[in-house]
């Protein structure tokens, strides 16, 4: 049986929906991006189907943050790159100033044709930005492809792995638990030191460990 989301009415198909939602939507996002990097641009989020897409060693598999999120839209991967590749397209000629996508709200990159998916929108469109989270380990192959993204795009391009570590090397960010007693700084959203993301922008500015506390 295959492992999904406990909400499957909330699936929807990606040629039926927008894919991309601003981050007005989302209070803890926000969406004109107002930090010295990416200054300008405008926040933007994928969901996809959280469990279908993780990784079976995500530390939030039985807990997961999609848990207490019944009226999300969670994107089903059949024709999802043509669509994104699409939407991608179409916000950056309205947004001269560029797009930050947050990937992923619910989901994780599920396979290494889809990290290079992403490669090849950060090749040809030098406007848009990424961030997000992975629970893929960093020695998995996802977690490579992942690694090698944030190397060849390291001024575009911030994925940062959900692990309890202090990195040591280029293309290695991290996202640590509350538990966490490493170099790190809490993230400031949570703690009320910023209104949102896009007026903080921590997590693509500083390779220090950032950590969440637990929901």
């Avoid at 530390?59 to 024709?79: E, K, L």
Wanted: aromatic letters at 12%; charged letters at 25%; proline letters at 3%.
């Amino acid at each position: 049986m295959k492992v999904s989301t406990i909400y499957q009415k909330s699936i929807k198909s990606p040629s039926d929906f927008t894919l991309l939602k601003k981050g007005s939507s989302n209070a803890k996002l926000g969406y004109k991006i107002s930090t010295k990097k990416w200054n300008g641009s405008r926040l933007y989020s994928l969901t996809l189907v959280e469990r279908e897409t993780c990784p079976r060693t995500c530390h939030h598999w039985d807990d997961c943050y999609g848990n207490n999120m019944p009226f999300a839209h969670r994107f089903s991967t059949d024709g999802l790159m043509p669509k994104l590749r699409q939407e991608v397209e179409t916000l950056l000629q309205k947004h001269k100033n560029g797009i930050t996508i947050r990937l992923h709200v619910l989901g994780d990159f599920y396979s290494v044709d889809y990290v290079r998916f992403w490669e090849s929108m950060l090749l040809f469109n030098d406007k848009l930005t990424l961030f997000g989270y992975t629970a893929n380990p960093r020695n998995s192959e996802i977690g490579k492809a992942i690694w090698l993204l944030n190397i060849r795009f390291s001024e575009r391009c911030v994925i940062r792995y959900s692990h309890n570590a202090e990195s040591n090397m280029l293309g290695e960010w991290y996202a640590a638990e509350e538990s966490f007693e490493g170099n790190s700084f809490n993230c400031p959203e949570q703690v009320d030191k910023v209104k949102d993301c896009a007026s903080c922008g921590l997590c693509w500015t500083t390779q220090k460990t950032v950590r969440f506390l637990s929901h």
